[in-house]
């Protein structure tokens, strides 16, 4: 039986991941990431974790997700957002230079946008858009089955686009860490609160504790959710004015958030489209949930997307 090998590299998580020619998920490793070691780090560990990998398995091909823009046909990484030690780096050429085996390296939101249309939640509709909220922003576009790649590196940057004329980007306010800095902001306004208390004294990942707060209608939690919601509707109406997908799929750590965002974001988005394409594309959550990411790649690696 053939093996394929999906490499997710993030900014705050590494995993490997091995799947069958179906693009099932068989068996998953996951690597913490010290951002301070930057691209070098996360490439010893890659290494390492082959080493060991490789002999066992033997793997037909690798397909990565990468979580920054790359060159889909070279495999030359253009540069990370969240982790120094990335740029202009030849990621394929070394992978297959490691390994001997072929490689196929992807933005991690165009994988995940691949997966979601083929496998999740985007399944049989036509074209599907995908946004990925986690340390980072990033989205994807699906058209006819292929993931759609403009003048290279080509991703749909949606983390990037402005919210603001001075530069305020979608990432600066929507992101994991961002959302995580808006949380420590209240909590020093309101230190008494349910959204505090659930957070406690150690700083990080205060957004994993949103959920909690909302489904108790904790007012700050709910406020952040109102911002948030805002903010990703009224860009993606823009992503609906340029493209009018038919579904818009929302992944990454803080879709875990689930139904109040989800909601929330469908609802803000409504209020932004233009009266010809009212009420807008149905919003959905990632079928796939954390696994979008390396069923893309695996996908990949079986060359079903050229």
């Known amino acids: 039986m053939k093996n394929f090998l999906a ?19 068989l068996e998953r490793r996951r690597f913490t990431v010290d951002a301070t070691d930057g691209g070098a780090g996360i490439r010893r560990q890659i290494a390492a974790a082959l080493q ?12 990565v997700g990468f979580g ?17 030690g990335w740029h202009n780096f030849a990621l394929g050429g070394w992978l297959h230079e490691l390994t001997a085996l072929p490689v196929v390296v992807e933005n991690d939101s165009n994988a995940a ?10 399944h049989g509709h036509n074209p599907i858009f995908y946004f990925n909220l986690g340390s980072g922003v990033g ?8 993931i759609y790649h403009g003048t290279k590196p ?8 402005r919210l603001t004329r001075d530069g305020v980007t979608v990432e600066d306010r929507c992101s994991g860490w961002a959302v995580d800095k808006k949380i420590r902001a209240t909590l020093g306004a309101a230190p008494g609160g349910l959204l505090a208390r659930l957070c406690g004294e150690a700083p990080g990942g205060e957004s994993r504790q949103l959920a909690a707060a909302l ?3 904790d007012p700050a ?18 992503v609906v004015h340029l493209f009018h997908p038919e579904i818009i799929v929302l992944g990454g750590g803080l879709s875990l958030v689930g139904e109040p965002l989800r909601e929330a974001v469908e609802q803000a988005l409504g209020g932004f489209v233009m009266e010809a394409f009212a009420p807008g594309p149905r919003v959905v959550l990632a079928g796939l949930g954390e696994d979008a990411v390396p069923v893309g790649a695996l996908l990949l690696a079986q060359g079903l997307q050229p």
Not at 52 to 63: F, S
Not at 139 to 146: H, M, N, P, R, S
Not at 154 to 161: N, V
Not at 221 to 238: C, K, M, N, R, Y
Request: include cysteine; charge should be negative; glycine fraction near 16%.
């Open 113 to 122: 946008a691949l997966a979601e249309a083929a496998r999740g939640a985007g």
């Open 154 to 161: 080509g991703e749909a940057e949606f983390g990037h686009l």
């Open 68 to 84: 920054g823009p790359v060159d889909g046909r070279t495999g030359q990484v253009c540069c990370s957002h969240q982790v120094a």
């Open 139 to 146: 989205g994807g576009l699906v058209v006819d089955g292929k």
């Open 7 to 25: 490499i997710e590299i993030g900014g705050s998580k590494l995993q490997i991941f091995t799947g069958d020619k179906a693009a099932n998920i």
């Open 52 to 63: 060991e990998i490789l002999p066992e398995l033997k793997p037909a091909a690798i397909g």
């Open 215 to 217: 489904a108790q209608h």
């Open 221 to 238: 939690a709910d406020q952040i959710l109102l911002e948030l919601a805002e903010d990703l509707g009224f860009t993606l109406s823009h």
